[in-house]
C-alpha cells in the first residue's frame, strides 16, 4: 500500500503542467468529490468544538485514530470555500488510512508541489498551510498519546 | 436604489440579468475565493483576481498603469464601458476591485447589490463556460490618491484628531487578536487599533442576504450613533486594505461623505511601523497618544501561539 507520501505524490502530480484555469479547474473536481459528512459527524459537529474558527467560511476537521492507530480524516468545509474544500479532499485522499505517526511527519511542501502559489496568492495559500499544519498536528497528537505506534 | 446618494452606482440583480449580453456593460466577479468563478459565474462575467491580478507581485503595491490597461484591455474593458463588479463575501472583493478601477479613474463602475449570494437566492444561472473577448484598447490615468491614503498621511490625519474607521472584528481592534491559533501571523508585530479610530466591523454595513443596508440604517450607525461628520475628512483601514474599501464604498456613494480614503497599508503596515502611535483596548484613544515616545507599556507583543 503506497505511503501518504506516495499517494500524495500521485495525486499532487495531476496539477503539474496545468495553466491556473486548469489547475482551478481540478481543485473544484476534488472539491466536487469531497464526500458529504457522515451522519454521526452531523450529530458530533452540534456538540464538538471542531470549527476551524479562523476561517471565514465554516471548515470543520476531525483528526481521529481507530485501536489500530490508523488515521481518519473527516472533513466538512462550506461550499463557498471550494479551493479549501479542494485542497481538503486532497489531504483527506492521502491520509485516511495510512498509520497516524506516517501522517504526523507528512511533508509541508505540497503546496509549492502543487504550483498554487502562483494561482492563489502568497496570503491564501498561507492559509492552506495553516490547515496542512493543524492536519499534522492533530495527528501527532494522536501519535504522542500512544494510539500511534 | 431608492435613497442613497449616488444610487447609480448600484444595481439589482435584475438590471445585471437584463445586460449580461449588453456590449456596452462588462460583468467582472472578484472573489476571495477564486475557485467560485471556476465553478460558476454569471454567463459571460469575466474574473479579476484581488492577489493575481490587481497586486504587485513584486513590490507591496498595486499593479502600476501600465499593468492596468493591459489587465482590462484583455477583458475587453475600455474606458467608456459600464463595469458591473459582483462577487463572494457581501461584495468586498468586488468592491476592493471597484475602489481599483476607481483609483485608475474607470468612469462608469458599479456593484451587483447583493454579489453571488443574492444572485444565487434569486435562483439564476450559472455558467462554468470560459469566457473571452476580443481586445480592446484602454487608457488608464494615474492613480486617483484622493481615495488613497499611504503611511504618513494616516499619521498627519491621525495627529490632527480627524475621522479615523477601523472596520476588523472587535477582538482585532482591541488588540487581543493579530493572527489565529495555527495560523501563521500574516505580519503584524504589534496588535490594537490606531489611535482615535473608531470601530465598525464592515458586516455591520450588510444584510445577511448581500445587500446592503438601508441608508435610514446606515446613517443611524455612521451618523447617529458615532456622529460622523460627513464633510470631514475620513480614513477607513482594516488588515490590508480589502474590507476598508467595501466601508470606503458605503460612506463615499451610499451616505455621500465628502471625502473618504482608503488606507490599503492597512494593519498589516501601522502594527509594524516604528515609532507610531497604537491604542489597545475597546476605546478609540485619542491623538494624545500620538507621541513619539516608546510605545506604551500595554502594546507590547501577544505571546505568539504558534511553534
Same mark, same amino acid.
Request: hydrophobic letters at 40%; proline letters at 6%; glycine letters at 8%.
Given at each position: ?26 481543485l473544484v473536481?476534488f472539491a466536487n468529490g469531497l464526500p458529504p459528512l457522515p451522519a454521526e459527524y452531523e450529530a458530533r459537529k452540534a456538540v464538538e468544538d471542531r470549527r476551524v474558527r479562523e476561517c471565514q467560511t465554516p471548515v470543520f476537521l476531525w483528526m481521529e485514530s481507530d485501536?489500530?492507530?490508523t488515521a481518519t480524516f473527516v472533513a466538512e468545509v462550506a461550499p463557498e470555500a471550494p479551493t479549501v474544500k479542494g485542497f481538503v479532499a486532497i489531504l483527506a485522499a492521502a491520509v485516511n488510512g495510512r498509520?497516524v505517526?506516517?501522517v504526523a511527519?507528512l511533508?509541508?511542501?505540497m ?5 498554487? +502559489?502562483?494561482?492563489? /496568492?502568497?496570503?491564501r495559500?498561507r492559509g492552506l498551510r495553516a490547515i496542512v499544519a493543524r492536519v499534522k498536528r492533530g495527528f501527532a497528537e494522536l501519535? +504522542?498519546?500512544?494510539t /500511534?505506534? | ?31 476571495e475565493d477564486?475557485a467560485l468563478?471556476?465553478q ?48 463572494d463575501q ?79 472584528s ?7 487578536r493579530?493572527h489565529m491559533p495555527d495560523y ?121 501561539v504558534h511553534?
Amino acid at each position: 500500500m503506497a505511503s501518504v507520501q506516495e499517494r500524495l505524490s500521485e495525486l499532487i502530480g495531476e496539477f503539474a503542467d496545468l495553466d491556473a484555469r486548469e489547475k482551478l479547474e481540478l481543485l473544484v473536481d476534488f472539491a466536487n468529490g469531497l464526500p458529504p459528512l457522515p451522519a454521526e459527524y452531523e450529530a458530533r459537529k452540534a456538540v464538538e468544538d471542531r470549527r476551524v474558527r479562523e476561517c471565514q467560511t465554516p471548515v470543520f476537521l476531525w483528526m481521529e485514530s481507530d485501536g489500530t492507530a490508523t488515521a481518519t480524516f473527516v472533513a466538512e468545509v462550506a461550499p463557498e470555500a471550494p479551493t479549501v474544500k479542494g485542497f481538503v479532499a486532497i489531504l483527506a485522499a492521502a491520509v485516511n488510512g495510512r498509520p497516524v505517526a506516517e501522517v504526523a511527519s507528512l511533508s509541508d511542501d505540497m503546496l509549492d508541489r502543487m504550483g498554487l +502559489a502562483d494561482v492563489l /496568492g502568497i496570503l491564501r495559500t498561507r492559509g492552506l498551510r495553516a490547515i496542512v499544519a493543524r492536519v499534522k498536528r492533530g495527528f501527532a497528537e494522536l501519535a +504522542a498519546a500512544g494510539t /500511534g505506534n | 436604489m431608492p435613497d442613497y446618494v449616488h444610487p447609480e452606482v448600484l444595481v439589482s440583480t435584475d438590471w445585471v440579468a437584463e445586460h449580461l449580453s449588453d456590449p456596452q456593460v462588462r460583468i467582472v466577479e472578484s472573489d476571495e475565493d477564486r475557485a467560485l468563478y471556476t465553478q460558476g459565474h454569471l454567463p459571460g462575467a469575466v474574473e479579476i483576481d484581488w492577489a493575481v491580478d490587481l497586486q504587485c507581485q513584486v513590490e507591496r503595491d498595486y499593479i502600476d498603469r501600465s499593468a492596468f490597461e493591459k489587465l482590462c484591455a484583455e477583458r475587453g474593458i475600455s474606458n467608456d464601458t459600464t463595469v458591473v463588479f459582483y462577487g463572494d463575501q457581501n461584495n468586498w472583493w468586488a468592491c476592493y476591485a471597484f475602489w481599483v478601477f476607481k483609483l485608475y479613474g474607470h468612469k462608469d463602475c458599479r456593484i451587483m447589490n447583493g454579489g453571488r449570494k443574492r444572485w444565487d437566492l434569486d435562483t439564476r444561472p450559472w455558467s462554468s463556460e470560459r469566457v473571452s473577448y476580443p481586445h480592446a484598447s484602454y487608457a488608464a490615468q494615474d492613480q486617483d490618491l484622493a481615495i488613497r491614503a499611504l503611511r504618513d498621511e494616516v499619521l498627519k490625519h491621525q495627529r490632527a484628531g480627524k475621522q479615523l474607521l477601523d472596520v476588523r472584528s472587535p477582538e482585532e481592534y482591541r488588540g487581543e487578536r493579530m493572527h489565529m491559533p495555527d495560523y501563521p501571523n500574516e505580519g503584524a508585530i504589534r496588535g490594537g487599533h490606531i489611535p482615535g479610530a473608531v470601530n465598525v466591523p464592515w458586516p455591520m454595513n450588510c444584510h445577511d442576504d448581500g445587500t446592503f443596508k438601508s441608508v435610514k440604517d446606515l446613517e443611524k450607525l455612521y451618523i447617529k450613533e458615532l456622529k460622523m461628520k460627513r464633510r470631514s475628512p475620513t480614513i477607513a483601514y482594516c488588515r490590508i486594505g480589502e474590507r476598508s474599501s467595501l466601508t470606503w464604498f458605503v460612506l463615499t456613494y451610499l451616505l455621500g461623505f465628502g471625502s473618504v480614503k482608503n488606507y490599503d497599508g492597512s494593519w498589516l503596515e501601522w502594527g509594524n511601523c516604528v515609532r507610531v502611535p497604537i491604542a489597545k483596548g475597546g476605546e478609540p484613544g485619542g491623538p494624545s497618544a500620538a507621541s513619539a515616545s516608546p510605545p506604551p507599556a500595554s502594546a507590547s507583543p501577544t505571546p505568539a501561539v504558534h511553534a
